[in-house]
Structures are given as structure tokens and as C-alpha cells.
């Protein structure tokens, strides 16, 4: 099976509800291979500009949104009493580790579906291709730099030890 159906097929079943937010690589695909030879190499760059913006806005800002759940997740556990039952407050964290490991899908189908389209590119102009012509905006590409590993440990870090105080 194809990287572009197996990326269609992944998005529909693991996030449906954010196939819209995910990489059009089946259009990029096509595009890249309709576009003049002459002027292929600019034309791709700004259909994957617009590529990337859109997923790095979508991850920044559900990234944010999930730092400020945990925020409150951890607020609640520390107003918890010794003796309370905090069953609810882990239903909680498992809700909300699953909503990280989630985003943490979109991220590496995303990128895979970006190092693949790079390589396509490579394949038909022969260049080496650099995020060079990203530079120019000054919006830092959140999507690229994954720093949701720290978040998902703080979570499991979190669970763990409401988990040992109730036992």
C-alpha cells in the first residue's frame, strides 16, 4: 500500500475530527508532480508554507489549550485532602494523557507525511531542500520542534503518584 493511502486511511480512523488540520499530502503530491519543471521549486515551497503554517497553528494551538488543562488537572491535585477519593481526578489525567498521546499521533503522521513530500520533491528537482524560505515569517515552527514529550512525562509522573497515594 501507498505512504498516501496509508496517511488517508491512519487520519480517518485515529482523528477523523482533525483530518482538516492534518497535511493535504495527496494534494501536495499532485501538485508537485502538475507544476512546471521551471517554476516547480517555488510553487511547491509556498503550497508547503501553507502546509505548515496550518499544522504548526493547529499544534501551537492545541498544545496551549492541553498546558492549561494539565494546569488545572495538577490544581486539583494538590487541593486534593489525604484521605479524599481522587478517582475522578485520575478518570481525568487518563482522559487527558490520552488527548496528549492524540496530538502526539497527529505530530509523527504529520511529519512523516512532511519527510515524505521532501523526498518526493528531492526525487523530481534534485535539490536538497532546506526550511530556509520559512525564515523570512519569524513564526517558529512549534509543529517541527515536538516538545510534547515533557507534558505527556509530566502527566504519566503525575498519575503515577496519585496512583501510590491511594493504594
Same mark, same amino acid.
Given at each position: 500500500?501507498?505512504?498516501?493511502?496509508?496517511f488517508?486511511?491512519?487520519?480517518?480512523?485515529?482523528?477523523?475530527?482533525?483530518?482538516?488540520?492534518?497535511?493535504?499530502?495527496?494534494?501536495?503530491?499532485?501538485?508537485?508532480?502538475?507544476?512546471d519543471?521551471?517554476?516547480r521549486?517555488?510553487?511547491?515551497?509556498?503550497?508547503?508554507?501553507?502546509?505548515?503554517?496550518?499544522?504548526?497553528?493547529?499544534?501551537?494551538?492545541?498544545?496551549?489549550?492541553?498546558?492549561?488543562?494539565?494546569?488545572?488537572?495538577?490544581?486539583?491535585?494538590?487541593? +486534593?485532602? #489525604?484521605?479524599?477519593d481522587?478517582? *475522578?481526578?485520575?478518570?481525568? @489525567?487518563?482522559?487527558?494523557? &490520552?488527548? /496528549?498521546?492524540? !496530538?502526539?499521533?497527529?505530530?509523527?503522521?504529520?511529519?512523516d507525511?512532511?519527510?515524505?513530500?521532501?523526498?518526493?520533491?528531492?526525487?523530481?528537482?534534485?535539490? +536538497?531542500? #532546506?526550511?530556509?524560505?520559512?525564515? *523570512?515569517?519569524?513564526?517558529? @515552527?512549534?509543529f517541527?520542534? &515536538?516538545? /510534547?514529550?515533557? !507534558?505527556?512525562s509530566e502527566?504519566?509522573?503525575?498519575?503515577?503518584?496519585?496512583?501510590?497515594?491511594?493504594?
Amino acid at each position: 500500500m501507498k505512504f498516501g493511502k496509508r496517511f488517508r486511511i491512519k487520519i480517518s480512523i485515529i482523528m477523523p475530527e482533525w483530518e482538516h488540520e492534518c497535511m493535504s499530502y495527496k494534494n501536495l503530491k499532485k501538485q508537485l508532480n502538475l507544476m512546471d519543471p521551471e517554476s516547480r521549486d517555488e510553487g511547491f515551497k509556498r503550497l508547503l508554507k501553507n502546509e505548515l503554517v496550518k499544522m504548526n497553528d493547529f499544534f501551537s494551538k492545541k498544545e496551549e489549550e492541553y498546558k492549561n488543562i494539565f494546569q488545572e488537572l495538577k490544581s486539583e491535585v494538590a487541593d +486534593l485532602d #489525604s484521605g479524599e477519593d481522587a478517582t *475522578r481526578v485520575i478518570v481525568d @489525567l487518563l482522559q487527558f494523557h &490520552n488527548k /496528549l498521546v492524540l !496530538l502526539l499521533h497527529y505530530h509523527e503522521l504529520n511529519f512523516d507525511g512532511f519527510l515524505k513530500i521532501i523526498k518526493k520533491h528531492r526525487k523530481k528537482t534534485g535539490e +536538497l531542500f #532546506s526550511l530556509s524560505f520559512m525564515q *523570512r515569517d519569524n513564526k517558529k @515552527l512549534v509543529f517541527i520542534a &515536538n516538545s /510534547l514529550d515533557k !507534558l505527556l512525562s509530566e502527566c504519566v509522573e503525575t498519575l503515577r503518584q496519585l496512583v501510590h497515594a491511594q493504594s
